[in-house]
């Protein structure tokens, strides 16, 4: 009896999400469980309803028992029977994230720039078969001091994830281990766009006079990248040499100040802030940097500009002497073994590109935020000391 529940219990972790489109929306999901139990063993069929009205989307989720069902069920179904009352056969696959989950895959972060494959191997093998392993490593082939691995079996990576992470120092390493499940393609673009939420935006404003675009031929609303000084078009399109034509034009003449030999030496309307009042030189295709005065501060690490999303009181760390090679993910990969780390935030300097060796990282409590410090501060990372206190309010320290 002890032998079946264990297999079922391991089934039941297994279990394999499918997709299936092209379903009439009059089918019941007994009926449709019915016909895929003909092919293979199915544990649930879900039909996708529209939340509003209750209604079939024509669409549902199969759930099969393991992988092997699951391929059968594939095999037997997709683009092969098309149902009755449907224009089209069906659409059976995975769905999103599935294969990604079954692959056991592990993100191992914090290993020393020269660890071999070998070596990382060794070690993770303790913990069962290791079906392939990948170190990451930049354009020079220099570990960038990261990996990832896949096991066979589901248990062999969580007794690795259990064993090693936040709790193994690998030789030449002074923080231990990160090794959690790697992120799905779906978990990497959510993450993508929470990220670009979080950027101050400089997009226009719905009833905002989107006429105001003084880049000439871009088109209405669009917006230069912002290169660390100003904005200002790619290429040859400077930002002056279309004004005076501009404002020739009908519907213009009342939104462009008029333009001197020196250059442009009024504000502009400009949805996200003002151009400066600095005046730029009119030369086509090479224009003097302008510098952006936004309606919001202009230099506040909060989420106004930094787009860092801040704990609660006390869980938020302020870190100095961060390796020059570090970014925000290896930042973050540092101190994520003392609890959920909300944001990590490496600052660049603007002009340089480079790394200012110093950043932020928020807890969701401040606990995580305490164990933190009680085994960063001073510890070496990237042969450098670290130095980690609370951040204080932004109002009494901006560090730069």
């Not at 082939?141 to 066979?152: D, I, P, R, V, W």
């Not at 990220?195 to 997009?203: D, L, N, T």
């Not at 031929?217 to 004004?243: D, R, S």
């Not at 504000?267 to 302008?290: D, K």
Request: glycine share 8%; proline share 6%.
């Amino acid at each position: 009896m002890a032998d079946e529940q264990d297999g079922s219990s391991r089934n039941s972790e297994e279990s394999v999400k499918l997709f299936v489109g092209q379903v009439p929306k009059n089918m019941t999901e007994a009926q449709l469980l019915a016909m895929f139990k003909e092919v293979a063993l199915v544990d649930e069929v879900n039909i996708i309803k529209d939340k509003a009205t209750k209604a079939s989307r024509g669409c549902c989720f199969v759930i099969c028992p393991s992988r092997q069902e699951a391929d059968k069920a594939v095999n037997a179904c997709h683009n092969k029977r098309t149902l009755p009352g449907a224009s089209s056969p069906m659409q059976v696959k995975y769905a999103d994230g599935e294969l990604e989950r079954l692959e056991h895959k592990l993100f191992i972060g914090m290993l020393p720039k020269t660890v071999s494959e070998a070596e990382v191997s060794a070690l993770f093998s303790t913990y069962g078969n290791i079906k392939d392993l990948q170190i990451l490593r930049g354009s020079q082939q220099t570990s960038k001091g990261c990996a990832f691995l896949k096991y066979e079996k589901k248990d062999q990576a969580v007794a690795a994830i259990e064993a090693l992470n936040g709790k193994h120092k690998m030789e030449g390493c002074s923080v231990p281990l990160v090794v959690k499940w790697a992120d799905t393609e779906k978990e990497r673009q959510a993450r993508r766009a929470q990220k670009a939420m979080s950027q101050p935006s400089h997009a226009p404003v719905p009833g905002s006079p989107q006429q105001a675009s003084i880049f000439g031929a871009m088109p209405m609303g669009y917006i230069p990248p912002y290169n660390g000084y100003g904005y200002q078009g790619p290429g040859t399109f400077g930002l002056l040499q279309y004004v005076p034509s501009m404002q020739n034009q009908p519907g213009y003449q009342n939104i462009l100040p008029a333009v001197n030999q020196r250059g442009l030496q009024y504000a502009v309307p400009y949805s996200g802030g003002m151009l400066s009042q600095r005046p730029m030189a009119v030369t086509p295709g090479s224009v003097q940097h302008g510098v952006v005065e936004s309606n919001s501060s202009a230099v506040n690490v909060n989420r106004s500009s930094s787009g860092q999303v801040e704990g609660p009181p006390g869980a938020n760390l302020f870190i100095y002497h961060i390796p020059q090679e570090f970014g925000d993910q290896e930042l973050a990969n540092a101190f994520q073994p003392f609890g959920r780390v909300l944001s990590a935030k490496v600052f660049i300097d603007k002009v340089t590109g480079v790394s200012k060796c110093f950043g932020f990282v928020s807890y969701d409590s401040p606990s995580a935020a305490q164990s933190a410090i009680n085994t960063m501060n001073g510890s070496q990372l990237g042969g450098k000391k670290l130095k980690v206190q609370l951040k204080r309010d932004n109002k009494q320290s901006k560090p730069y």
